[in-house]
């Protein structure tokens, strides 16, 4: 069983920047693809950003790119979410996620383990 938890999150205002990071504990928490997702208030979940189990590829969702960069440091089991240029868009709760492939996954269906979340708010 591999616990996440989630860190980082805050207020910041329109133009700023947030790193996120995400500490995973437990068997094998290092081998797998990593997500980020998000949910803001009214809207479905969605995916951010994910990256693969080595950390040479990544992915992203159209609205974030060049503006947000994920990355991981295998040795500490810890994925990182650096969010520049946030938008009051970008409001949201964002999770991390660790999936059951090596290659990078956009559907939440091929995440099985899930961080509790942490709030991101920008103000305008």
């Known amino acids: 069983q591999v616990q996440l938890v989630e860190s980082g999150g805050g207020l910041v205002q329109a133009g700023g920047s947030l790193r996120l990071s995400c500490a995973a504990s437990g068997r094998a928490g290092s081998l797998y693809a990593m997500g980020w997702f998000r949910r803001a208030p009214g809207k479905e979940r969605e995916f951010v950003a994910a990256?693969?189990?080595?950390?040479?590829?990544?992915d992203y969702t159209e609205s974030v790119k060049g503006r947000f960069i994920i990355s991981r440091d295998n040795a500490k089991n810890t994925v990182y979410l650096q969010m520049n240029s946030l938008k009051t868009d970008d409001t949201a709760i964002y999770y991390c996620?660790?999936?059951?492939?090596?290659?990078?996954?956009?559907?939440?269906?091929?995440?099985?383990?899930w961080g509790q979340g942490t709030q991101v708010s920008v103000s305008s």
């Open positions: 996620a660790r999936s059951n492939y090596l290659s990078i996954q956009q559907r939440p269906a091929n995440y099985v383990s």
């Open positions: 990256i693969d189990w080595s950390g040479s590829s990544t």
